[in-house]
């Protein structure tokens, strides 16, 4: 320890003794791998599995169930209440939910002012397929129609003051329902369940409705919806049910390979039942898309990110090539002390634990430099990729991957320049 | 101690071969001051640059305690230089901003040395240099036979058994020369090998032998006669 100590020691007398270029190398490293940090942790939040224990146990199915010929079609990506139905007439899934997301206003009382909400309209196995944290409460019993919401803990503060709010009363769009329950801080990124809709970069719903009271209650989807028929569906709750609204999203869970294999059979025989009562002409496509999948299934990809992931990564290419160059010119400076330590006994491998200390000090300066330049354009995409906002914190294994990045660098940057310096005529360099 | 056999010597570039030692037969024996003579570009440093391994022969041997330094790795050649080699360069070769302490103790850290073990090696050296007052000095503060001194300082703490000088008063006035002759005698005296490279006939008078290079040649490897130095 007390020679790694010495190490050090010297290394700070080698920076002491040309300052400028030592400063310049840790700022072009500090740009190079900031801007990189910035994008990285785009492009990681991004692509990073939110369930990643049960995100190929989460499917989304998909029938081509269209009342119209077409050949060569993908399925719609939203289905009816009577294809949800359809689809839920087996026990294979081990849960099952059906969803989509809606506006409203709520209030507590005539007299306040409401308050817009987003409201996602599902089914009590949403919560626990999801594992959205309970706070306070109970998930409704069942999936039949009652006049209750749960609450997120952050609406309920923002309406009650307060997270322990089950069993007050609440005015939704001028209903009247009771809370049920309040979830914990929750926010899945990204929030796959949407990506259908390509909402699953955006913030999580202010409040849950169970999806008979969404249709009892006339909601119309906010994301997407499509019909086949000329059908009046705003009055949804007598129309919505039969018809040909889709707007549902579905998802189920199937845990095991024979279930997944089970439920494909199912969705087939269901599709050809409907094929043969004449309910629909075209050719059979169904899709079972796993959650880890979706996004790609529905090319929701940030292409931006993409583009600008290549491009910092080249950009970090070029500042380590200069900031090599920059770090050979000074170890060659350095090399007669290289030789002369040499000369006296020091072996090759001592010279390169000399270097380790350089990398250490190298790569502390360097990551304070990359982490206050990635922090910058964090701050600066989020001004211009706003949509991107939710995905620009820093986690742990994020934090030590970057920093383990900045590291190899920093020994990138000072490994060839050493061992220039520390090979060569020993007789030559001490005579220069 | 050192024995050279047929050792040879050359230096290649694109167009040219330059014969720097041919066929050198050489026997030195433990505590003897050998002083390397012959006029410039004869040899003398590359002779003295191969003995303390700081560069490689092409063909011949030389064994070191009896053992062949050729095909060592760069581990063994580093413990060798540093456990039994000690060397003082003509332009001093001290680290400019190492005080006079840090100076003298690199070769014993490398030795993996403990800070005590250090310490006391450094302070023997200083006191043998005459330099303890000014220990925590960087060498711009010294005069160029202080620095040659401290030099000499940094070769003897590791009490090796052999020193190399290579013109180590090259540099310094007439004083401050046979101050460092006087010393590199009394080191000569303790016990130490010494070979010194030197155009000074009076330096090469005052060590034990004389040995002459001449075109890469060995001339004259005989015993100094002080007698027959001083009748002629």
Sequence with gaps: ?432 | MITLTNLSKIFRTELIETHALREVNLQVNEGEFAALTGPSGSGKSTLLNILGTLESFDSGDYLLDGKSVKGLSDAALSKLRNEKIGFIFQSFNLIKDFSIYDNIELPLRYRGLKASARKQRIEQALELVGLHARRDYLPGQLSGGQQQRVAIARAIAGQPRILLADEPTGNLDSLMARQVMELLEQINQQGCTILMVTHDPDQARRAGRNIQIIDGQLHDATMYDPLAAQSA
Excluded at chain 1, 244 to 270: G, K, S
């Design chain 1, 1 to 432: 320890m007390e020679q790694f100590i010495y190490y050090l020691k010297v290394s700070f007398k080698g920076i002491k003794r040309a300052p400028l270029p030592y400063a310049l190398t840790i700022f072009i490293l500090s740009v190079g791998l900031g801007v990189f940090f910035a994008n990285a942790t785009f492009y990681y939040q991004l692509n990073s599995d939110p369930l990643p224990h049960k995100s190929d146990k989460l499917f989304f199915p998909m029938a081509l169930m269209a009342p119209y010929e077409c050949n060569d079609c993908k399925p719609p990506s939203v289905l009816s209440y009577s294809n949800i139905e359809k689809l839920s007439q087996t026990d294979i899934a081990s849960k099952a939910a059906a969803m989509y997301s809606a506006d409203g206003y709520l209030r507590q009382s005539a007299e306040q002012a409401p308050l817009p909400v987003s409201i996602r309209i599902t089914q009590r196995d949403f919560f626990s397929m999801f594992d959205v944290p309970i706070l306070h409460g109970s998930i409704w019993p069942d999936n039949s129609a009652r006049a209750e919401v749960i609450l997120t803990k952050a609406s309920a503060e923002k309406l009650f003051g307060r997270a322990d709010v089950v069993g007050e009363k609440l005015l939704l769009d001028d209903r009247h329902v009771t809370v049920s329950a309040v979830l914990d801080s929750w926010q899945m990124l990204p929030r796959l369940y949407d990506a259908n809709n390509r909402n699953h970069l955006g913030d999580a719903d202010d409040i849950y409705l169970p999806l008979e009271s969404g249709y009892d209650m006339n909601y119309l989807s906010n994301s997407q919806s499509q019909t086949f028929d000329d059908t009046d569906y705003r009055q949804l709750s007598t129309q919505g049910r039969s018809g040909a609204m889709h707007q549902l999203q579905y998802w189920v869970q199937l845990d095991t390979p024979a279930q997944q294999q089970a439920y494909r059979q199912f969705m087939h025989n269901l599709v050809q039942d409907e094929k043969a009562a004449g309910r629909h002409p075209s050719e059979p496509n169904n899709q079972l898309v796993a959650m880890r999948d979706i996004v790609h299934y529905f090319g929701g990809e940030s292409s931006d990110i993409k583009a600008f992931a290549l491009v910092t990564l080249l950009f970090l290419l070029v500042c380590l090539f200069n900031a090599s160059h920059l770090s050979l010119n000074r170890y060659l400076s350095n090399q007669y002390e290289f030789s002369l330590r040499r000369a006296l006994g020091a072996s090759r491998a001592q010279l390169q634990l000399q270097m380790l200390a350089d990398v250490l000090l190298m790569a502390l300066f360097t990551i304070l430099g990359a982490l206050l330049t990635g922090y910058a354009g964090i701050k600066l995409m989020n001004q211009l990729l706003p949509s991107n906002r939710l995905f620009s914190s820093w986690d742990m294994p994020l934090l030590l991957s970057l920093l383990a990045i900045a590291f190899a660098c920093s020994y990138l940057v000072t490994l060839y320049p050493s061992l220039r310096a520390s090979f060569g005529s020993l007789n030559q360099q001490l005579k220069e």
